[in-house]
């Protein structure tokens, strides 16, 4: 073996030494983001569950979190399941009514909140590390009037 192939050798086995950690916590960093991001979406979506409402400050935290954590668009939808009278006399009608995030954030920044329904379904997409993650909860409480 002549000098040129220890130096070589020499070269790439610091090369790996160094650059492959690197590689490593740049994707476990990733990793973490991600999860974190998760999670500040169920604990969102199980507080809106409760209250049975949305309100301002709670959209605010969610926003804060998701900008902590590198996400890079969050989609929020409400589907509403009303029962309403059907074209023939007697008949019942399933309807599903679904307000996109534009509409929700409209009315949570005019109102201070959006009151939601017992059964109302909310679907949450995170969009981080350029993947989408679903999360969606059916509402146990609804807001009270008053």
């Known amino acids: 073996m002549n000098a ?11 090369c790996l030494l160094f650059l492959l950690p690197l590689f490593f916590y740049g994707s476990g960093k990733r990793v973490c983001q991600t999860m ?3 999670q500040a979406g169920e604990h969102f979506l199980n507080t809106i569950s409760t209250s049975g ?14 900008e902590r954590f590198g996400c890079e668009a969050i989609d929020l939808q409400r589907e509403r ?6 074209k023939e006399e007697g008949s019942v009608v399933e309807r599903v009514y679904t307000n996109g ?23 949450l997409t995170l969009y981080v590390n350029e ?4 999360y969606s909860e059916c509402i146990r409480t609804g ?3 008053g």
């Open 4 to 14: 040129l192939e220890k130096i070589v050798d020499l070269l790439a086995a610091a």
């Open 36 to 38: 974190l991001a998760g």
């Open 53 to 66: 409402e949305i309100t301002l400050s709670v959209w605010m935290q969610l926003e804060h979190s998701m």
């Open 81 to 86: 399941y009303v029962f309403e009278p059907g």
């Open 101 to 123: 995030r534009e509409e929700l954030l409209a009315e949570i920044q005019e109102e201070g909140g959006s009151r939601l329904r017992k059964g109302d379904r909310i679907t």
């Open 131 to 134: 993947f989408p993650m679903v």
């Open 143 to 145: 807001a009270n009037d």
